[in-house]
């Protein structure tokens, strides 16, 4: 039975492995050609799993960035992980220890929380452990991939690939905000806002991890007035 | 960098983010129904990408022209949904071939 449900995490985590490795495979390129050594940018992948949270955090390492702020701008990113980790906490089977909840706790992600909010039965401890393992791999492979691949091109794919991981921003942030006036309003605030930082010296105070801090903090606060969402409700 | 800081770093980075993942999960049962904390962290992801994005893609591949003709394809394939995947290749698609001209 325990098997079984190991068994069926995997499965339903291969497509998130799937969907990881392109995108962690231009993360390892992107930051091994910024001057990060390969092995760093595996152990973050290893040990961080998240997207935006550990491309933030390796572009202020990349900038020199102090331990405050890199764990500041951590907090920032990853917090949404707070209420996605208490939704799921609300539909884990009652007998998984305290011991398995703390282990699975370090799985989650945007991707394997949807999936697992999907579910219909209470989730297991072995399902999670299978659905949480999938996607690792992808992830930290990829990183490995990208990472050892890069050493061996020209600058002039070099120079172009630098461009991937705002890519990849950009391809998370601007589909939403054709579909929704709140996430487009978002958006083109906090653009304003990091190019007033970022040209005029009066904002210079603020370094660049700071001034996204600040950007994201004052810009979420002010849409989050204007559009309060739909409360959701916890899926029984 | 040097491995003292790099270790530093990403054991603040595993560090915290583990944290944040394992602090409601050991400890809260209730979920936080504040509609204004709901909607905030809704937001959180568009407004802290979009400003670690912008302006900072302009200076990202050595010259600002490949770097504007990067944008405007990402921005155009992304607003036909086009992924992740396809959105950071053909942005780094233009990039090489603007920079290819010379330009």
């Known amino acids: 039975m325990e098997s079984e449900n190991f068994r069926q995490g995997l499965k339903h985590g291969l497509p998130i492995c799937l969907g990881y490795f392109p995108v962690s495979f231009a993360y390892g390129m992107s930051v091994v050609l910024s001057g990060m050594p390969a092995w760093a940018a595996v152990l973050i992948s290893l040990t961080n799993l998240t997207s935006a949270g550990q491309f933030a955090g390796s572009s202020l390492m990349l900038a020199g960035g102090g331990y405050l702020e890199i764990a500041l701008t951590t907090v920032i990113i990853n917090i949404r992980y707070f209420l996605m980790s208490l939704a799921l906490s609300q539909k884990v089977d009652e007998k998984m220890t305290g011991v398995q909840r703390l282990l699975v706790s370090f799985g989650i992600t945007d991707e394997i929380f949807a999936v697992s909010m999907q579910n219909e039965r209470k989730l297991t401890a072995s399902y999670l452990a299978g659905l949480i393992l999938t996607p690792m791999i992808g992830w930290t492979g990829g990183t490995l991939a990208g990472g050892i691949l890069t050493s061996f091109l020209p600058t002039i794919v070099t120079n172009a690939l630098s461009i991937a991981l705002y890519g990849m921003f950009i391809a998370v942030i601007i589909p939403p905000s054709r579909k929704k006036k709140s996430v487009l309003f978002t958006v083109l605030f906090a653009v304003l806002l990091s190019c007033c930082f970022h040209y005029f010296p009066v904002f210079s105070v603020l370094s660049g991890g700071w001034g996204i801090i600040v950007i994201t903090l004052v810009v979420s606060a002010v849409a989050a007035v204007l559009f309060p969402i739909e409360v959701e409700e916890v899926h029984e | ?103």
Not at chain 2, 14 to 21: E, P, S
Request: net charge positive; glycine share 6%; proline share 3%.
């Open chain 2, 1 to 103: 960098m040097s491995n003292r800081y790099i270790l530093t770093s990403i054991l603040v980075m595993a560090v915290v983010t583990y944290l944040i993942r394992v602090l409601p999960m050991a400890i809260f049962r209730k979920k936080i129904q504040n509609r204004f904390i709901q909607s905030f962290l809704s937001y959180v992801p568009y407004s802290v990408l979009a400003a670690m994005t912008f302006p900072a893609i302009f200076s990202a591949t050595g010259t600002t022209l490949s770097a504007c003709a990067g944008t405007v394809a990402a921005v155009g394939l992304a607003y036909f949904d086009q992924g992740l995947l396809k959105v950071a290749v053909g942005a780094s698609a233009v990039v090489f071939l603007v920079q290819l001209l010379g330009l």
